[in-house]
Each structure stands twice: as structure tokens, then as C-alpha cells.
């Protein structure tokens, strides 16, 4: 069936040192969407992604589109622990399939 | 302010109980999904519903039932065939199924005892 993998499943980082987490989808998607889901809390929308080899930013956090539109990556330049949480990718073909998380700590 | 409310924030039932857990949107938004969510572990998706009277299985609909009475509410029974109900249960909502963002509700954390 359609798969959603992110990886790494988990990163610790010090606080000021970069973050990337990567999406992989086994079939190309329409779209990819991102989410951040904070400790104890749930999901909130980031941004959408349509276009083949898109690139959006939003202030430290840069997302990008794969040209096949197979895969995404979501960048945090300069980690705060205002950071700390669970960030999906979810993806859609005929439905949306939400990827498997990457859990992000930052040490002060 | 305009959101997706779900009650109650914390269930416990006791084995072979049904149970239905509330969620309520005043988004306007035509669609409704009840995702389940186990610790350390992503969303699956347990039904979805694109308008009024009408819903479809997602990828673990056994042991759940849901309703679409009304465009603002979509109640997701947990019933006693479900063999491993402890979980974080989130509701969400979207303007159109597959597109556009979702918003989600703040989650049910059911436990059977």
C-alpha cells in the first residue's frame, strides 16, 4: 500500500545547531502538507506544498518539493527550544497519508 | 473563534463498553476525519467524511462506527469489538477532503481499564 516514510525517527540537537527531517513517499503525491504536533498536543498546519520542486520558507523553517514530487524536506536553520515537538509530512494521492513523524528535542 | 472542539479531553471505560467520543467544528468546513494516534507512533486514519449523511472506512475502521447528522458534528463510537482502544483519538476538519490544510482538535485520550 502507499507509504509515507520520514526519517530520522528521532534527532537531538543543541540549541543553535541546524534540523532537517526527510519524506519519502513510495508513489508520487498531488500534494504534501506539513504539521507540527508539540509534547501532549496536536497537529497544527504548517503550509501546503503543490509544485514540483517548490521551495517556501517561513521565517527559520525552509520546505521544499522534490522535483518528482516523491519526496520533501523541512529545514530549521538555528534550533530554539520553542522548536521541541513531532513534525508530519503528509502527503496526497487520493487521500492524504500522514508520514511516520520525526521527533525533534533541543537542548539548551 | 472559529474551531474544532472535542470533549471529553480524557475517557476511561471499562472493558466491552461502548463509547462515543464528541466532535464539533464552526468552521464551515464540509470535511470531518477521526485519526487515531498510539504513543510514538503517526496518524491513521479511522473514517472520513466528505458531507452530511455520508462517510467512508478509512485504514482501521473494525471495531468503530461514526455518524454525519449534521455538518458542525462528527461522533466516532468506540465500540467493544475494537480489541485495543487505548489510544489518542484526534478529530480534524478541512474545507475539502485531500486538500487544503486540516485542523485539528485538541484529542480524546481514551483508556480502557
Known amino acids: 500500500g502507499q507509504q509515507v516514510m520520514q526519517i530520522p525517527q528521532y534527532q537531538h540537537v543543541q540549541e543553535g545547531e541546524d534540523f532537517t527531517t526527510y519524506c519519502n513517499s513510495s508513489t508520487t503525491l498531488s500534494n504534501i502538507q506539513w504539521y507540527k504536533q508539540r509534547p501532549g498536543g496536536h497537529p497544527v498546519f504548517l503550509i501546503q506544498l503543490v509544485k514540483s520542486g517548490e521551495v517556501k520558507k517561513q521565517k527559520r523553517l525552509t520546505f521544499q518539493f522534490g522535483e518528482a514530487k516523491k519526496n520533501s524536506s523541512l529545514h530549521i536553520t538555528a534550533t530554539q527550544t520553542t522548536d521541541v515537538g513531532t513534525y508530519f509530512c503528509a502527503g496526497t494521492t487520493d487521500k492524504l497519508i500522514f508520514g511516520t513523524g520525526t521527533r525533534l528535542q533541543v537542548f539548551p | 473563534d472559529g474551531g474544532i472542539t472535542q470533549s471529553p479531553k480524557y475517557l476511561f471505560r471499562k472493558e466491552g463498553q461502548n463509547v462515543t467520543l464528541s466532535c464539533e467544528q464552526n468552521l464551515n468546513h464540509d470535511a470531518m476525519y477521526w485519526y487515531r494516534q498510539d504513543p510514538g507512533q503517526g496518524l491513521r486514519l479511522i473514517y472520513y467524511s466528505q458531507i452530511v449523511n455520508d462517510f467512508q472506512k478509512g485504514d482501521i475502521a473494525e471495531g468503530y462506527s461514526v455518524s454525519r447528522e449534521k455538518k458542525e458534528s462528527f461522533p466516532l463510537t468506540v465500540t467493544s469489538a475494537q480489541k485495543n482502544p487505548t489510544a489518542f483519538y484526534l478529530c480534524?476538519?478541512?474545507?475539502?477532503?485531500?486538500?487544503?490544510?486540516?485542523?485539528f482538535g485538541s484529542g480524546t485520550r481514551l483508556t480502557v481499564v
Open positions: 480534524a476538519s478541512s474545507r475539502q477532503v485531500e486538500s487544503y490544510g486540516y485542523t
